[in-house]
């Protein structure tokens, strides 16, 4: 789908299907989130993240604010061994390979990565939502790291 860097969003070709999908869609702001609910005139009980209580639940807020996802990024910021992410927007995750400092097969890589970490958090929020099933920062990163390293292994054997 090389069509859809026009877009912004560069998908990436080993991460599964689904995780580039859930980013496209987060990156065109295309998910049911709290507030997107809300402007779509749903009524809901509360805007609030389901994690932090603390702020309006946004696709920027469940994937960059709240503090599930910080400790996602410094985690993955340790294993990927890149500088801390600041990122603020969706845009900003789907940018971070290009200005982590790695090149070639690892930026590639890191690419995939971050679209899986994004796609994790997701899952863990529908998770509370729907299960009221509560995850932690250590299991969603071990999810990744396990995702992540199929992925890699397959990319580094057809590269």
Known sequence: MNGASTFGFHWSSWAPNKCNIFMWRAFLD??????ALVRRNVAI?????????????????????????VGVWNAISVWCNIPRPFVFHVKDLVDLHDHSGVVGVKKMILHGIIIIACWRLWRARNDKVFNSKVSNVVDMVADIKTLGFYGTNICLRVG
């Open 30 to 35: 295309r998910l049911p989130t709290k507030m």
């Open 45 to 69: 009980d509360n805007q609030f993240c389901v994690w932090c209580e603390a702020y309006e639940e946004t696709i920027e807020h469940v994937l960059t604010g709240c503090v599930m996802a």
